[in-house]
C-alpha cells in the first residue's frame, strides 16, 4: 500500500532532522579542529613578533653598495601578445639594478607574442628570446627547463654566467628594489621569495579582491610563521630566486630539471625539495618609508583574475597542483613542523567539504526556523561540549576575520578592509567549487593518463604601465 503524502511527508521531515543531527556535531567539531589549526599560527604570530621587517636606511645604503650578482629574469610566455611589451618596458625604466637580463620564452606556434618578443630583443640589449623546441602550450616547468638548459649553454658561447634566475609572469610589476634585496639575501640562501600582493583595487571588485585579502594575509603572517618553524618555504611562482647552485642540485637530482615539468605547480614543489635538500631559503618580506612615511613593501604586485570562472579555474589548477599532485610526488616527509604544513597545505579539499555542509546546515535550520517557528538546535543544548564547540567556533570565525582585516589594513586601507567580511562569501564559494573541480580532473587525468597543460588565466596590466 503507498502511503499518502500526509503520511509521507512527516516521515522525511522526521528522517531530514535525524540525518542533520547526526551531521551537525560532526560538522561542528570539523569547524573545532580547523579553527585550532588557524589560531595556532596567529598565536606563535603573535608570540614570537613575527611581521615584515622594516630596512633601516642604513641597510638600504649596504643593500645599495653590494656588488651586483648576475641575475637572470625569466618569464615563460603563452599568448601574451599586447602583454610582455607593456610588462618589460615598463619593469626596465622602474628596476634599480643594472647586472641583469630577461629572458622570454616562447612557442613557435605562438607568431604573436614571439614576433613582439622579438621586436624588444632587437631594440634592448639585455632583452633575450629563446624558442621552445616544442609547440605550446606545455607547461610552465618545461619552458623554464629549456630555457635554463639554453642559457647554460650558451653560457659555453661568451654569454657571462648567471648567479641566480629569478621568475616572473608577464603581468607582473616588478618593485624597483626587489633585485637589490634578492642580490643581498642571496649572499646568504640560495632560495628567496618575494611577497606577492594584488595591485589595487576598487572595494567592491570582490573576486579580484579575496585574492587581495589571501595573499597579504599568508605573506604578511603564515609564511612568515612557516619560515621561521621549519624553514620550508613554498615558491609563490613570481618573485622567486633560485643561486646557481641550488639550480645545479636540482638538476643533478631531476634529470637535468630545475622545475617538475608534469606538475601544474612545479613552482610550490621548488621550494619543497629546496627544503629538503637542506639548502637555505628566505622569505624576504621587508618595507620601507616612502616620502610620506608610509610603507613601501618590496614586493611583486598584478592583478589576479577578477571573473568567478577566471577564477574557478586558476585554484582549481592550484588545488590540483598542491593537493594532489603534491601528494602524490612529494608524499609525507618531513619532521613534525615539516608534515604540519604539508597538512596545511592539503587540507583544502576537507576543509572546503565541511564549509560546504555547514553553509548547507544553516541554510536547512533558518528553512526550519521560518516554516516552523523553532531553529532545531535544541539537540545542541543538551550537549555541553557542543555548545563550547560552538561558541568557541564563533569566536574563531571573529578572530579570522579580524586577523585578515588587520593585514589588508597592513598593506592597503581600511576602506578596502571593510568589505573583506563579504569578500569572505565570495572566496568560500570560489574555493568549493575549485575543489570539487580539481577532484575531478585529478580522477579523469589518472583515467586517461594525459599530461597537465598550461592552464592560464588572462592577464592584464595597469593602463599607463610599459
Known sequence: MIPSSAQFLPHLVSLVDSLFQMLTPVVIMAYFVFGIDDFFIDLIALLFSIRPQELTPAQLKKID???EKKIAILIAAWHEQGIIGPMVLGNLRNIRYLN?????????????TRFEAREL??????????????????????????????IMMSETQGLDPLDAVLIHDSEDLIHPDSLKVINWELEFSDF?????FSLPLSPIEMVGGTYLDEFVESHTKDILVRHQLCGSIPSAGVGTAVSRELIESHRSHQGGCLLNPRSLTEDY??????????????????????????RDYIATREFFPKSISGSIRQKTRWT???????????????????????????????????LLLGNILIAYFLIRKTAHGALGFGFIDKSHLLSIC??????????RLFQRMHSVIRVYNLRMALLVPLRVWVGNFVNVLASFQALTHYVLGKITGSAPRWAKTEHELPNEFG
Not at 100 to 112: A, C, E, S, T
Not at 324 to 336: A, D, P, S
Not at 390 to 399: G, P, Q
Request: proline share 5%; with cysteine; aromatic share 14%.
Open 65 to 67: 653598495f653590494l656588488p
Open 100 to 112: 641583469y637580463d630577461i629572458f622570454l620564452g616562447v612557442y613557435p606556434n605562438d607568431h604573436k
Open 121 to 150: 630583443a632587437v631594440l634592448i640589449k639585455n632583452v633575450h628570446v629563446i624558442e621552445n623546441r616544442l609547440d605550446g602550450p606545455t607547461s610552465k616547468g618545461q619552458m623554464i627547463n629549456q630555457m635554463i638548459q639554453k
Open 192 to 196: 628567496v621569495q618575494i611577497p606577492v
Open 269 to 294: 614543489e621548488l621550494g619543497i625539495l629546496t627544503g629538503r635538500y637542506r639548502f637555505p631559503s628566505r622569505f624576504a618580506c621587508y618595507f620601507k618609508r616612502n616620502a610620506l612615511g608610509k
Open 320 to 354: 590540483l597542483g598542491i593537493v594532489f599532485q603534491g601528494t602524490e610526488h612529494l608524499g609525507w616527509k618531513g619532521g613534525l613542523a615539516e608534515l604540519y604544513f604539508l597538512y596545511r597545505d592539503r587540507k583544502g579539499p576537507i576543509a572546503n567539504l565541511f
Open 390 to 399: 560552538l561558541i568557541v567556533n564563533f569566536s574563531f570565525m571573529a578572530n
